[in-house]
């Protein structure tokens, strides 16, 4: 689980990288998913997406899952 709040400790968070976060770990062959971070109804629907991806497989380690959420300070 990420925290996506846009922010570093020296501002905008394009002042510190301009890395693709998504495009990095979906390249890499995990699940992405994304939520707004202030919304609980999100949040849930998203933990219940991820068990319902790693339920049925036997070997966590070859099917990671990244969740993104969003957050606005």
């Not at 996506?4 to 905008?12: A, C, K």
């Not at 062959?29 to 707004?36: F, R, T, V």
């Not at 999100?42 to 036997?58: D, F, Q, S, V, W």
């Amino acid at each position: 689980m990420w925290d996506d709040n846009n922010i570093s400790i020296d501002g905008d968070i394009s002042l510190a990288t301009s890395e693709n976060q998504k495009g990095r770990f979906e390249g890499a062959g995990w699940n992405y998913l994304s939520c707004d971070g202030h919304n609980f109804n999100e949040i849930k629907n998203a933990i219940t997406k991820i068990n319902r991806i790693l339920k049925p497989l036997e070997n966590l380690k070859d099917f990671p899952v990244f969740l993104e959420t969003r957050h606005h300070l």
